[in-house]
């Protein structure tokens, strides 16, 4: 099964809140995946944020869009690999996401 989207849910907990480094980066990477899904694809992404919470959901992702996802999951896996799941869990769900 395709994957059609991703959510990227709480808080790590790693330290004070606006000195989190771990947060930090998966803000980042997070929000720039949207960002340059739509900078650098003709793919259309639907993006939900409220604080700590951020659903992106897509259909039919080009191959640039495609590897834009794959790049977004190589950077959180690093994170989580470097910090641990303590602080960064990536969940594969029964739909693919």
Same mark, same amino acid.
């Given at each position: 099964?395709?994957?059609?989207?991703?959510?990227?849910?709480?808080?790590?907990?790693?330290?004070?809140?606006?000195? +989190?480094i771990i947060?930090?980066?998966? !803000?980042?990477?997070?929000?720039? &995946? =949207?960002? /340059?899904?739509?900078?650098?694809t003709e793919?259309?992404?639907?993006?939900?944020?409220e604080n700590?919470?951020? +659903?992106?959901?897509?259909?039919?992702? !080009?191959?640039?869009?495609?590897? &834009? =996802?794959? /790049?977004?999951?190589?950077?959180?896996?690093?994170?989580?690999?470097?910090?641990?799941?303590?602080?960064?869990?990536?969940?594969?769900?029964?739909?693919?996401?």
């Amino acid at each position: 099964m395709t994957p059609t989207g991703l959510t990227v849910d709480g808080h790590a907990g790693y330290a004070k809140t606006g000195n +989190d480094i771990i947060c930090a980066a998966v !803000s980042v990477l997070t929000q720039n &995946l =949207v960002n /340059s899904v739509e900078a650098l694809t003709e793919d259309k992404v639907l993006c939900y944020m409220e604080n700590g919470h951020m +659903d992106i959901k897509w259909e039919n992702l !080009s191959e640039q869009g495609k590897l &834009l =996802v794959d /790049s977004f999951f190589i950077g959180i896996c690093g994170i989580s690999n470097t910090y641990g799941e303590n602080y960064v869990q990536v969940c594969m769900g029964a739909d693919g996401r």
